[in-house]
């Protein structure tokens, strides 16, 4: 698959760029979609809520009613869950929400969603790009002349360029990456794909091997 490469002022520069079908041409797999995307949001959880059960709640354990013949549930003490103040029945617990996934099945993962752009014709490829200095008019001025503006924009980079990224922080549906960190999640959640010429080198160092 061919795609033209284009500057940042959103004009064809007469060069081309074929996209590797081993990465972008391949049959997606959505359940190996769902595995990497389940994965990626659940490490993200802090896992930290809690709720105090019956025995947690500070409280007299007194009985504070007889067993049976009161004409409602029973229950013993003040911290009943049945009483308004009690323990929850059942409340959360701190847990790991983190789980493992192979080496291989998340490389497909990032593939299979990656191609899944491929067919969308969501991906666009710009020459390499810097500023001097962190600038946002600068970076919202390349979203519109790419006519991205409106859609949730993905951007790629070869490797770490702070001034982009600071120019790009502040602009909401927009995010800046560094291509060789690409997951499959962060992908299928961009509405379009924009991919520098050296970013394509980096996805294909790392995907294929």
Not at 66 to 78: M, P, S
Not at 107 to 122: G, T
Not at 165 to 186: C, D, F, Q
């Given at each position: 698959m061919e795609?033209?490469?284009?500057?940042?002022?959103?004009?064809e520069t007469g060069r081309k760029v074929v996209l590797n079908d081993q990465i972008y041409g391949i049959e997606p797999n959505d359940h190996v979609l769902y595995l990497a995307v389940k994965q990626y949001l659940g490490n993200q959880r802090q896992g930290t809520a809690k709720a105090k059960e019956r025995s947690e709640h500070k409280g007299s354990t007194r009985k504070l009613g007889?067993?049976?013949?009161?004409?409602?549930?029973?229950?013993?003490?003040?911290n009943s869950p049945l009483?308004?103040?009690g323990g929850r029945v059942f409340g959360?617990?701190?847990?790991?929400?983190?789980?493992?996934?192979?080496?291989?099945v998340k490389?497909?993962?990032?593939?299979?969603?990656?191609?899944?752009?491929?067919?969308?014709?969501?991906i666009i490829v710009v020459e390499d790009f810097n500023f001097e200095t962190p600038k946002t008019k600068e970076f919202l001025n390349i979203i519109k002349n790419l006519k991205v503006d409106g859609k949730k924009q993905?951007?790629?980079?070869?490797?770490?360029?702070?001034?982009?990224?600071?120019?790009?922080?502040?602009?909401?549906?927009?995010?800046?990456?560094?291509?060789?960190?690409?997951?499959?999640?962060?992908?299928?959640?961009?509405?379009?794909?924009?991919?520098?010429?050296?970013?394509?080198?980096?996805?294909?160092?790392?995907?294929?091997?």
């Open positions: 795609i033209n490469v284009l500057n940042i002022n959103g004009q007889r067993q049976k013949g009161g004409g409602g549930a029973r229950h013993g003490d003040i009483l308004k103040g959360p617990k701190p847990r790991d929400y983190r789980t493992k996934l192979n080496k291989k490389v497909l993962a990032r593939k299979s969603a990656l191609s899944y752009k491929a067919q969308e014709n969501a993905l951007f790629l980079l070869p490797g770490a360029n702070k001034t982009v990224y600071l120019s790009a922080r502040n602009l909401p549906g927009t995010e800046v990456m560094i291509a060789s960190t690409l997951n499959s999640y962060k992908v299928l959640n961009a509405d379009v794909l924009v991919v520098t010429e050296n970013s394509l080198k980096s996805i294909e160092e790392v995907l294929i091997k």
